[in-house]
């Protein structure tokens, strides 16, 4: 199908479209037009991929000037995957349709076997890889850094890009880190004893770069080659390396002292919590390491193994650490936190000490990024609410959009599960948390259900503690016996082997007919990136609000830090996390108009106007006000009639016209009036 | 007394039986019971038509044996003997169990399906009716024509399907207390069976010590107390014989994790889902997956949890294992479920069909495939009950159907009158009057007038007889050409059976009609299939006869 988006032709490689795809790409056309960054968020399973795909290869060809490059980042190697053969699909119908050979060079970057082939990517059109290859400083430096600012940058399934930000500039040191180091320092030792009597040259040479400074680095950051390295930081840029760093034997003796500094911070008997100002005056203080030369500690390190011609650097990846995070602590005096903690919550006893360094602000590692692209997308199916990701990411975007899924028959139904039989407010909330009423009215709720829906349910708990106290009364009190009458029951763990197993058996069991439940946690492995589509999920139940766990130190300073810095609540900012989760688990049922799925939201709490506001739209619109606090038979007798509906027979002509457009109907002067209301109610 | 004969395997004295004192005679075939100072057996029952046994509970009063047919009568024997009632109870169930199987086998599967074949069957029911329990002839003969036709098609049915194994039968075992700190467990064999089925261990188990190192109960004590069967508990000491099938299945699973490790199903795998290895992240600890300072409780909960996807992994492959090879289960119990299976996931189409799956929107394409018919259905109660057992009917082919109107519209559409020789109005008109019922030339047919003149129940007598006759004559005529001594046997046999049917059974009917309703000719038409029946034979023989001379 060829569509006109605004005087824009666009080669879409389908019989049909949907109408939110259409509108999808009117607003990336928009933000491409005004070259802006965006926010839009179209529920999975409408073709999201397809269509962004479609639009920016057409602009690609219309405006090569414009766009020189497309830079597609997901998440996982499974989603790489698809992009490709999505892609390798479009660019088929593109041959077909204009009879012109291929001229798009695609590439993907999936694991370090195909990593590093540097000249292509320049010269590559589309480029398909991890977030980490863009956000994360380390690897962003070997691969992304030469890519063109005519490019355009999309993150799909960023509904946790703050986390990947902060996940990729943290920093955690544990003993055995720093034991690693020690040897790390001694190997250099040794390599540049072993060179001086070799080949002194070589060491004065690179003494001699090093005081011209890093002129070179400074000359292309200025005239913009490259992409910003958040660890690099521009001063450092402009200034020659310190003298007391200079020499290779310095160096390590600075290294070294470095390290025995963080040895005595690690011997300690109760938690402590400071700032990167407060450490850099402690540093000082105790072994006088100034701030000057441990901010050109990465630098530094990464030329003398440039230097000492040291192949395998994930060898030293503990002693390049630890660089990095001296360069970090004394580059950023804000949105870092340091805490150290002589031994895990839960195990008092035994001395386990972490420090972690830990990044409170996603918006310093994606900065780069939005500074550097003229058009940064942001994309994914629960971005809910909107205004939250420009907010804490620090960037003003040109479109924020919402799209709904148009259905012909409403395939999902949200129900909120608030009592049981019994009348027991049903909550996972702290103080019910033991309660034993609460545990055996969700009991008999997934057993109800396991009576009631087909093939297969996924249960999601808050946690993995959660979970098993839960699943082990659930055996006591023979709830567990009674559910697998009915169905059989798998559980995720947290080895992510067994877990595979566990989901592959699942899947099995709803293939061949059996039915099966499986149960797992929110922010686990399954709830992120595990489809269950048609027969493989029915059902979801979402065993109570997965809020994160409040009590890490972690967690509460970088809660301080977003209500300090972007004014947002700490109770808005966790209520948000939580319904995030949420909303991508129930997602999870959901992957196409054809599709259908029960999403029950087993707790009272998701009644409240606060969290239920935060869930995406296309599941909010179909919350009924009948359905906001049910019991658990009531649950039953609505899926009952829910489920006997959707096995009607569904066929293509049922959705044309209302949830499907042919061209014909895409033209039509009223179709284009109601889409362009969609995307003005966004 | 027909079975003096019979070998008599144990005789019990003292055994009441409707509160009369006899005695219990059980025989190689039989088990009979006889009231004291009588010669005769009031009580007799062969093997094959029971279908279970069973015994008062220890402890009560009365020591009784009961025994269950599979017309679902049931006799009970009360053991009376003061001194010896409980082992003479003992000696003869335990002699029942040996016997009793033994004849289930046979009897039971040819009954069952007989029983099966009758109660689907009416018009089947009837002519047993009338032709068996009349005695006309004897029920191997009924069925020996019957059993053959229907093997053909139970060859396919025979391979019955597998019945899968209810997830929850550990659950089904519910222990009872006995009163003294002790549980009881009841075990049925389908239970048992299911246990071995999930877990070809334990069988292999039970076949390495049964009966030499312990007995069936000891074993099934063992079982049941072993951490094995209590997902909870943790394992203790080696004097388990359980542990190592706990050990076996482990490594199982753990062979297969390790395959896991390695194979990236891609799609669905978690692993991949990762993205990236660990150790690319600044400062990603390795992820620590089994903790060692868990607390006993916490240890347990994730034993608990282990246990369940082990159990539900081995309830689906036992599902799985009986498709694939179904004489081979315990050679399998080393490579427990299908390695083959995994292999194709190394197999890199699979992973791009998968793939092609997960990416294409079915909906959003044209549908290009035959357009099918959707099913329309009228009544759709009659769709949702089944289709209700009909008298036999003479069904024609849907293809004959649509044959035969193309046909017809092909003439209709051929069909040029032939003016030029048609009859005229009034002749058309008086042969329409004689042809139609009543007219002259229809007064000699009994069909329009039957259901007039007869009444309902003659009528159904009257289609009795005809089924009977039908399936008589079918004997009969199956027998020609007679080409063995078996069939010539057997058409002389139908010959005496077809004149007792017409002796015993037209002649009566047809006495009574005659009765009641002088002037129709009603059974003409039966007389007419017998005498050329009989004709038939008699032709055979008189050649036979000009043959052999």
Redesign the interface.
Same mark, same amino acid.
């Given at each position: 199908m060829k569509l006109n988006i605004e005087g824009l032709l666009v080669y879409f490689p389908?019989?049909?479209?949907?109408p939110e795809q259409y509108s999808y790409m009117l607003e990336l056309k928009r933000t491409l037009d005004a070259k802006g960054h965006g926010v839009l968020e179209m529920p999975s399973g409408t073709?999201k $991929?397809?269509s962004l795909l479609s639009l920016i290869l057409a602009y690609q060809k219309a405006y090569p000037l414009e766009i020189t490059k497309l830079i597609y980042c997901s998440?996982?190697?499974?989603e790489i #995957?698809?992009v490709v053969?999505?892609l390798r699909?479009l660019i088929e119908f593109h041959c077909k349709e204009t009879g012109e050979a291929n001229n798009f060079l695609a590439l993907a970057l999936s694991?370090?076997k195909n990593l590093c082939i540097h000249p292509e990517i320049l010269h590559a059109n589309i480029v398909v890889y991890?977030?980490?290859y863009l956000l994360?400083?380390?690897?962003a430096d070997l691969v992304s850094k030469e890519l063109t600012k005519k490019a355009v940058v999309v993150f799909d399934e960023a509904h946790n890009i703050d986390n990947v930000c902060i996940? !990729?500039?943290?920093?955690?040191?544990?003993r055995r $880190?720093l034991d690693r180091c020690t040897s790390n320092v001694e190997t250099l030792q040794t390599t540049i004893q072993r060179i001086k009597e070799t080949d002194a040259a070589k060491l004065k040479e690179e003494y001699r770069r090093l005081v011209e400074g890093l002129k070179e680095a400074n000359v292309a950051r200025v005239t913009d080659v490259y992409l910003g390295n958040p660890v690099l930081p521009a001063e450092v840029l402009q200034e020659a390396v310190p003298g007391s760093i200079r020499t290779a034997e310095h160096f390590v003796g600075f290294l070294k002292r470095f390290l025995e500094y963080l040895k005595s911070r690690l011997r300690v008997h109760h938690v402590v919590q400071e700032s990167a100002p407060q450490f850099l005056k402690d540093i000082f203080q105790k072994v006088c390491i100034d701030r000057k030369p441990l901010r050109f500690c990465a630098e530094r390190l990464r030329s003398l193994l440039r230097t000492l011609e040291i192949s395998d650097l994930?060898d030293f990846?503990a002693i390049t +650490?630890i660089s990095?995070?001296a360069t970090l602590v004394s580059t950023y005096s804000q949105g870092f936190t340091i805490i150290i903690e002589p031994f895990e919550d839960? $195990?008092p006893?035994?001395a386990n000490p972490v420090l972690h360094?830990s990044c409170m602000d996603p918006s310093i590692a994606i900065k780069p990024v939005f500074e550097r692209f003229q058009s940064v997308i942001i994309t994914s199916g629960t971005l809910s609410p909107l205004d939250i990701y420009p907010k804490i990411l620090d960037f003003r975007p040109v479109t924020v959009a919402s799209f709904t899924m148009t259905l012909a028959r409403t395939c999902l139904c949200p129900l909120i599960v608030g009592r049981g039989n019994d009348q027991v407010a049903l909550s996972s909330k702290f103080e019910t948390r033991e309660d034993f009423a609460v545990i055996r009215n969700y009991g008999n709720l997934l057993l109800e259900m396991s009576g009631v829906v087909p093939d297969g349910i996924v249960a999601f708990f808050t946690s993995y503690m959660y979970m098993?106290?839960i699943?082990?009364s659930w055996?006591e009190q023979?709830i +567990? #016996?009674?559910i /697998?009458?009915n169905? +059989?029951?798998?559980?995720e763990?947290?080895?992510?082997?067994?877990? !595979?197993?566990? +989901?592959?058996?699942y /899947?099995?069991?709803c293939e061949?007919g059996?039915g099966?439940i499986l149960l797992s946690v929110a922010r686990g492995?399954?709830s #992120?990136?595990?489809?269950f589509v048609h027969h493989f999920g029915r059902a979801v139940i979402m065993f109570g609000v997965p809020y994160v766990y409040t009590q890490s130190r972690i967690l509460k300073a970088r809660l301080e830090y977003l209500r300090d810095q972007f004014q947002i609540r700490e109770n808005d900012f966790l209520t948000f996390d939580a319904m995030r989760h949420a909303a991508q688990c129930v997602g999870r049922v959901i992957r196409?108009?054809?599709d259908y799925g029960l999403m029950i939201f087993a707790d009272k709490r998701y009644a409240r106007a606060d969290k239920r506001g935060k869930l995406p739209r296309w599941i909010q619109e179909h919350i009924s006000d009948g359905s906001l606090n049910l019991t658990v038979d009531e649950t039953v007798q609505m899926s009952k009639h829910f489920l006997r509906q959707m096995a009607q027979?569904f066929r293509?002509e049922d /959705?044309l016209g209302l949830s499907?457009l042919t061209i014909e109907q895409l033209e039509s002067e009223e179709m284009l009036k109601k889409i362009s209301q969609m995307a003005h109610q966004a | 007394m027909a079975s003096l004969s019979e070998e008599v395997l144990l005789v019990l004295k003292k055994v009441r039986q409707r509160k009369q004192d006899g005695t219990l005679y059980l025989m190689a075939e039989r088990i009979a019971w006889g009231p004291e100072g009588k010669d005769r057996f009031t009580v007799s029952h062969l093997y094959s038509d029971i279908r279970c046994q069973k015994i008062s509970p220890d402890g009560k009063a009365k020591i009784q044996l009961q025994l269950v047919l599979h017309t679902g009568e049931s006799s009970t024997f009360h053991f009376s003997n003061d001194s010896s009632a409980l082992t003479d109870r003992e000696a003869a169930k335990d002699l029942l169990q040996q016997l009793l199987p033994k004849f289930k086998k046979k009897a039971n599967k040819e009954l069952e399906e007989k029983n099966r074949m009758l109660q689907e069957d009416p018009v089947l029911f009837q002519l047993y009716k009338d032709l068996v329990v009349s005695q006309v002839i004897s029920a191997e003969e009924f069925w020996a024509n019957r059993m053959s036709t229907t093997n053909t098609e139970n060859t396919l049915s025979d391979k019955k399907q597998d019945v899968g194994i209810s997830a929850a039968f550990l659950a089904d075992i519910r222990p009872q207390t006995d009163g003294c700190n002790g549980l009881r467990y009841n075990l049925t064999p389908d239970i048992i069976e299911s246990i071995f089925r999930t877990y070809p261990a334990v069988q292999q188990k039970y076949g390495e010590n049964v009966p030499h190192n312990l007995t069936e109960k000891e074993f099934w004590t063992r079982f049941f107390q072993s951490h094995y069967f209590h997902r909870d508990r943790i394992s203790t000491g080696a004097l388990d014989i359980f542990s190592e099938c706990a050990k076996q299945d482990e490594k199982g699973n753990v062979t297969h994790l390790e395959l896991y490790r390695y194979i990236r199903s891609g799609v669905l795998n978690v692993l991949t889902a990762e993205g990236l290895p660990k150790e690319k992240k600044i400062g990603g600890k390795p992820a620590s997956t089994s903790n060692p300072n868990r607390t006993g409780k916490e240890n347990s909960n994730s034993a608990i949890i282990k246990r369940f996807n082990h159990h539900s992994a081995m309830i689906l492959a036992a599902g799985s294992r009986r498709g694939d090879a179904p004489n081979d289960q315990a050679s399998e119990t080393s490579s427990t479920d299908g390695n083959s299976r995994d292999s194709d996931l190394f197999q890199p189409p699979i992973k791009k069909v998968k793939l092609q799956e997960a990416i294409d929107y079915l909906d959003l394409q044209r549908e290009d495939g035959p357009k099918t018919v959707a099913l329309n259905l009228k009544k759709s109660d009659r769709y949702a009950h089944g289709p209700v057992p009909l008298e036999s009917q003479k069904y024609t082919t849907s293809q004959d159907i649509i044959n035969s109107i193309t046909c017809i519209r092909h003439e209709m559409a051929n069909y040029v009158p032939n003016l030029a020789q048609v009859l005229t109005s009034s002749a058309v008109s008086s042969a329409i009057a004689a042809l139609s019922p009543g007219g002259v030339l229809m007064q000699t047919g009994t069909q329009q007038a039957i259901n007039q003149m007869v009444p309902s129940e003659v009528q159904g007598e009257l289609k009795h007889l005809y089924i009977a006759a039908g399936e008589l004559l079918r004997h009969f005529w199956t027998c020609f050409p007679v080409n063995s001594p078996f069939l010539e046997e057997k058409v002389v046999k139908m010959r005496s059976n077809l004149e007792r049917f017409q002796m015993t059974k037209l002649r009566p009917f047809q006495e009574k009609v005659q009765r009641q309703y002088l002037s129709a000719n009603i059974t003409g038409h039966l007389e007419e299939m017998l005498q050329t029946a009989y004709n038939k034979l008699h032709a055979w023989q008189t050649r036979r006869m000009m043959r052999k001379i």
């Open positions: 389908y019989d049909y479209i949907y073709g $991929t397809i998440r996982t190697v499974p #995957e698809k053969e999505e699909k694991s370090r991890s977030y980490h994360d400083p380390k690897i996940d !990729s500039m943290s920093v955690n040191i544990t $880190t994930t990846s +650490l990095n995070f839960r $195990t006893s035994i360094f098993e106290n699943v082990a055996y023979g +567990l #016996e009674n /697998q009458r169905k +059989l029951i798998f559980i763990t947290p080895d992510a082997a067994e877990t !595979s197993m566990a +989901l592959e058996k /899947q099995e069991a061949n059996r099966a492995k399954v #992120e990136g595990i489809d196409g108009k054809t027979p293509q /959705q499907l | -």
